[in-house]
């Protein structure tokens, strides 16, 4: 058998791009424009050819004349600022009185304060302080309550405490509709608590490529199960349509998205191009939708990607024509992070093309200011119609009536807002704990070693075994799901934890090992490991092989000592893990289970008295791929031949029992590439972390809101996309360097020195004040230093640039290029940089 697992340890270390990063690299050196998308050939949209539905909730005469008196006394700022959403880290409360704001939201990385782990008082305070400013007419302004929009898609996930359920790939394992009701209920209930109105969820992408960093969010690869899934969970967020629960004070705005295709995007790219037909398109990327118009959401969100070239947000065909008008969807389109910036001709302060093609809100984060005044300027001058503006407000301001916001009193009055105890109450961990047992798939059980008894020793291993940031995944307490320990989860339980209190109870013994080293021989290992955190774009690959080998040495050195081992694979997608399914003597697919994990040892481990604790349930709703390279394998696809069809999943009844499985990964080492990046897309790539040094300390970088002594402030900020770059603020009291460090790394042999550059994409904020040095270190009394003042006090300010410096000039300085192991800048004055990207690639 032939085992091509790939690993990222070499003479260089390879980094493989993906296509957003490439896009990234083509971009002008100079100016901040978008990755373009040919839509010279984009096909006709046929709306008769799609559904009907009853649009959703019904229009309702009484609301449609309070919202005419509303309207008939509106200025044409007050309505054009009803149709900005601004984000809480670049919007005050005084913005919002001043400009009249109808909604704010808080992005992935933006909290009270800008602390992603901020106490929950300070979420509230704020969402009163919003309102408050909303509902303030002594400027002579109306009084519109705003609305506040979150991501809310496991659970309320950006909130310290609250209930995190496993990620919808998992929720789509478990086929179980009433269970996808309670979390949505659960879910509004918790946001109710901060003060928060609405929720960017759910998801209804049908993910067709599992290369797609946004695979995770995707219930399944069959529409069937994503209609489904649509209904229930809107009913839950929002409460059922046609009833008095309907937009309750128990309830909260769900949002359908991202309309449309995402999920099937050529290479499986986010943000990229659908190239399906019209049918496909509507057959299966937007199956949620009329299920979902039907249960009443009343938001829908406008995708990042393209149909045959044209960008969603500009595409008037399918957002008016399509959904407005054929399916007559009378709630609000909203726009995704600066989303209109990438229609051409448009940037992120403006963009009529987007708002006369359907767009009612624009998600306007940073720019919002800029954007506000050019579209009051558009309107006047008649690019954007009066009409078209009063019809995306009518339609804003219907969603907040039916919502009750006008006789709501303020967010911290309302029921259930500041019981802190409904975070992560007991009742609810009850439902998340059960929606993990039943998430789990089996793949294999070779002579029935699962259930565990209890009354055994029981190591437990891997670098997912007590890491609740692992399980819990990306969009949770940080955009990304990184920086996140334990601590952070108060009402979590690791997966360890779950296996000892269960194991304990029971008479037997756990050990919790890092390296898989024991003492005593123990009856059986489990080994938890899978993928780490990620989001959107950050989470595209290349091909489908799981590319570390330390768990599966693990498992080896198991199987060599005749141990029996179970495999728990934490992942947001099936990946080419054969080698390691062939190893273990059992393999469970736990996805991203959240902050229950003791439900996976409600499954894995049997009763004291022997009996079965809880089966699994769990069937595959994607298609687990033969090889790392079969990234499209979909039920009903021509030569459909995957390892585990989709539905599979073994039960305890089962004969659980594989042969030897072919350990042929189909990669031939052409999919890897020499550029050696160091820094892209926002963070380090791995093995190099960023740290910040002020005066001897050195702290590792994490956050996208780092700050360090009050001397030097990091933060993620938005180039192309979001948070895919760094600014580094110094303000001079003393020292400081940004660094990024990694394992000693020989880059000799193969760089030639000559023929390698660094490359670096980078901004001057602010003009150097003192001397700004580029080091790198290669061990003790090893270092570089190269002066930049020069070049970076000649550059314009704001300006996105790159230049390239030659690995020659670091060793004649002193740098030992087969040994580095750091590079970074340091300054003892003020002075403002952002990163976009550092890299070792060859001069041609």
């Known amino acids: 058998m032939i085992n091509m697992k790939v690993t990222l340890i070499g003479l260089l270390f390879v980094f493989t791009l993906s296509s957003a990063l490439i896009a990234y690299l083509r971009t002008a050196a100079k100016g901040n424009g978008t ?125 310290v405490g609250a209930t995190v359920f496993p990620h919808n790939i998992g929720l789509g394992a478990t086929r179980n509709l009433d269970l996808i009701q309670q979390i949505g209920e659960i879910t509004a209930r918790e946001v109710i608590v901060t003060g928060m109105d609405w929720t960017f969820a759910p998801t209804l992408a049908v993910a067709r490529d599992n290369r797609w960093g946004r695979t995770y969010e995707s219930y399944s690869e069959e529409p069937e199960i994503v209609a489904q899934y649509a209904t229930t969970i809107v009913k839950g967020l929002q409460g059922a349509l046609g009833t008095d629960d309907f937009l309750s004070n128990q309830h909260i705005l769900a949002t359908a998205k991202h309309f449309i295709g995402d999920g099937g995007t050529h290479n499986g790219k986010d943000q990229g191009d659908n190239i399906d037909s019209e049918a496909n398109l509507r057959d299966y990327h937007g199956a949620g939708y009329p299920p979902a118009l039907e249960a009443g959401v009343q938001t829908i969100m406008a995708s990042f990607s393209a149909w045959h070239g044209r960008h969603m947000h500009g595409h008037g065909p399918l957002l008016t024509d399509v959904l407005k008008q054929r ?29 006369n093609a359907g767009i009612d809100m624009f998600m306007a984060p940073d720019s919002w ?46 029921p259930l807002a500041g019981h802190y105890s409904l975070l992560g109450h007991p009742n609810h961990q009850a439902v998340a704990r059960q929606a993990v047992r039943e998430s789990l798939v089996l793949l294999k059980n070779q002579d029935n070693l699962l259930p565990l008894q209890t009354n055994q020793t029981v190591l437990v291993t891997g670098d997912g075994a007590d890491a609740i940031g692992k399980q819990t995944g990306g969009w949770t307490l940080s955009w990304e799901g990184t920086g996140n320990t334990n601590a952070h989860f108060p009402n979590g339980t690791s997966i360890w934890e779950g296996i000892r209190n269960t194991v304990e109870a029971g008479g037997g013994t756990a050990i919790l ?64 893990v054969t080698p390691e399914i062939n190893a273990a003597q059992a393999f469970v697919a736990a996805w991203l289970p959240g902050t229950e994990g003791a439900g996976i040892a409600d499954v894995l481990i049997r009763k004291p008295n022997g009996d079965i604790n809880f089966d699994f349930t769990g069937k595959l709703s994607f298609s687990w791929p033969r090889t790392a390279i079969q990234t499209k394998v979909n039920r009903g696809d021509d030569n ?83 948070e895919d770059a ?65 070049l970076f006090m000649t550059e314009s300010l704001g300006e996105w640039t790159q230049t390239e410096i030659s690995l020659r000039s670091l060793v004649d300085a002193g740098a030992d290029m087969a040994r580095l192991t750091a590079l970074g800048f340091e300054t003892e004055a003020p002075f403002s940089l952002s990163l976009s990207d550092i890299r070792l690639v060859p001069k041609d």
């Open 35 to 159: 990755p373009s998308i040919d839509s010279s050939a984009s096909p006709q949209i046929t709306p008769e050819n799609w559904p009907t539905t009853h649009g959703g909730a019904p229009i309702e005469p009484e609301i449609e004349a309070r919202i005419d008196e509303l309207m008939a006394s509106m200025t044409l700022e007050e309505m054009v600022g009803q149709i900005i959403q601004a984000d809480i880290d670049h919007v005050t409360p005084e913005d919002v009185r001043r400009y009249r704001l109808g909604s704010v939201l808080n992005g992935g990385n933006s909290a009270p304060g800008e602390n992603v782990r901020a106490p929950v008082e300070d979420w509230l305070a704020l969402a009163d302080e919003f309102y408050a400013a909303s509902m303030d007419t002594s400027n002579g302004g109306q009084a519109i309550p705003i609305l506040w929009g979150t991501d809310a898609i496991h659970g309320h996930n950006n909130i």
């Open 327 to 355: 399916m007559g969807f009378n709630g609000f389109i909203v726009g995704d992070w600066n989303g209109h910036a990438q229609i051409p001709g448009c940037s992120t302060k403006s963009c009529p093309a987007a708002f």
């Open 369 to 414: 200011r800029q954007l506000l005044q050019n579209t009051v300027a558009q309107v006047k001058s008649g690019e954007i119609s009066r009409e078209r503006l009063e019809d995306a407000v009518r339609r804003i301001l219907r969603v907040k009536f039916r919502l009750g916001l006008f006789e709501k009193p303020k967010p911290s009055e309302r």
């Open 513 to 576: 090992s890092s390296d898989g080293s024991y003492d005593q021989t123990p009856d059986v290992a489990i080994v938890v490991f899978g993928e780490n955190p990620y989001v959107e774009f950050k989470g595209d690959l290349d091909n489908l092989n799981f590319a570390s080998d330390q768990e599966f040495q693990l498992l080896e050195t198991f199987q060599t000592a005749s141990i029996p081992t179970v495999a728990v694979f934490l992942s947001g997608r099936p990946l080419w």
């Open 640 to 722: 459909y031949d995957p390892l585990f069809p989709y539905g599979y999943g073994l039960t305890y009844q089962d004969n659980g029992n594989l042969p030897q499985l072919p350990e042929f990964s189909g990669l031939d080492g052409s999919e890897q590439t020499t550029s050696n990046a160091l820094f892209a897309l926002g963070r380090p790539m791995a093995p190099w972390s960023l740290q910040g040094i002020v005066g001897d300390t050195a702290s590792t970088v994490v956050d996208a809101h780092t700050q360090l002594n009050n001397v030097l402030t990091i933060r993620s900020i938005d180039r192309v996309a979001q």
């Open 726 to 790: 760094k600014q580094f603020i110094w303000n001079g009291q003393e020292k400081a360097a940004i660094v990024l460090t990694g394992p000693a790394t020989d880059y000799s042999a193969a760089s030639h020195y000559d023929g390698m550059t660094l490359v670096l994409q980078y901004r001057v904020d602010a003009l150097p004040e003192a001397p700004v040095t580029l080091f790198a270190e290669c061990g003790e009394n090893c270092r570089a230093n190269l002066d930049m003042t020069q």
